[in-house]
């Protein structure tokens, strides 16, 4: 095991060994093992934006394996999906790329923002997954339940061995430019790394400052924003000095070069990698894997 994968293990040490041995089976796993970087494929949009939405563009997406097969074969360090895209996929491919099994989900029929708890713990160990995964909307009607939730899995998945993966999205209570402000996407950060989360995955910050009480602390201290480097290397801080994995999403299909230039700032300024879906499984698998592995250079060599 590389000096640098179990400095970052050390971070965890109420831990049980099964679950540092997920988190370790994550990161000694595909093109970035040894690393201490992540990048791992999410296939959770079938659930949350419809299959047209997310499916169309790559028809060949609509089949769970397509999936399995784009993550084995870029050599990503996992794999996230809801229940029903992992049970499609897990036994044909179990062992060959770690799994996170996505435990709550949304759909876009209705606009609450509190997703549905769609799996369990037990499933993602049927399933031989190193970890679960769960959304939170800091600032959301809902977050109470939320908060509740994500506590009581954690619980349970830390007891049985299981790493935990937090999205950490605010909405709801903010304007829609307040919910990737700097301040906002800091403040997400330090809540899921409260509620016990192993990895955090936010969205890349904006330099918007959303709270009038945050902003006078960052005119007075001088807190750097001006750069998507310096912002991430801020919310990588607030995740307890950087002592939580960190990982940022690629957010919204977009091309490669605004892809790529995102993802340069995001290993400057320090973030432990990306999470990358729609930007990789929209494309043909070819391109896909293309640019996947260019995201992988750029966090190895940053």
């Avoid at 095991?1 to 179990?6: E, G, I, L, N």
């Avoid at 093109?31 to 079938?46: C, F, N, W, Y």
Wanted: charged content about 25%.
């Amino acid at each position: 095991m590389s000096k640098r994968v179990k400095e970052i293990l050390s971070w965890y040490g109420s831990d049980n060994p099964g679950t540092l041995a997920n988190l370790a089976r994550m990161m000694n796993h595909g093109r970035l093992a040894g690393t201490g970087k992540l990048v791992i494929l999410p296939v959770d949009q079938g659930f949350e934006h419809g299959p047209a939405r997310s499916f169309a563009k790559n028809p060949q997406g609509y089949d769970p394996r397509y999936h399995f097969e784009l993550g084995i074969e870029a050599g990503c360090n996992a794999y996230a999906a809801p229940l029903g895209f992992l049970e499609a996929g897990a036994a044909e491919f179990a062992g060959e790329i770690p799994l996170i099994l996505k435990l709550n989900n949304s759909d876009s029929l209705m606009g609450e923002a509190c997703p549905a708890v769609t799996g369990s713990v037990d499933e993602a160990l049927r399933l031989g997954c190193a970890a679960i995964g769960f959304t939170i909307y800091p600032s959301s009607d809902g977050r109470n339940t939320m908060y509740q939730q994500i506590r009581e899995l954690t619980e349970e998945a830390k007891r049985k061995g299981l790493a935990v993966v937090v999205w950490s999205y605010p909405r709801g209570n903010l304007s829609k430019e307040g919910e990737t402000g700097i301040d906002v996407v800091a403040y997400a950060a330090q809540i899921a790394a409260q509620l016990g989360a192993h990895v955090i995955k936010v969205k890349p910050p904006s330099e918007h400052i959303e709270q009038d009480a945050a902003r006078k602390v960052y005119e007075a201290e001088g807190i750097p924003i001006g750069t998507l480097a310096e912002r991430i290397r801020h919310v990588v801080q607030s995740a307890f000095n950087g002592r939580r994995i960190v990982i940022f999403s690629g957010g919204p299909a977009k091309g490669k070069d605004a892809v790529l230039e995102e993802i340069r700032g995001i290993a400057e300024g320090g973030g432990f990698g990306s999470i990358v879906g729609r930007n990789s499984f929209q494309r043909p698998k070819s391109e896909g894997i293309e640019l996947l592995h260019e995201i992988m250079e750029i966090h190895r060599n940053a």
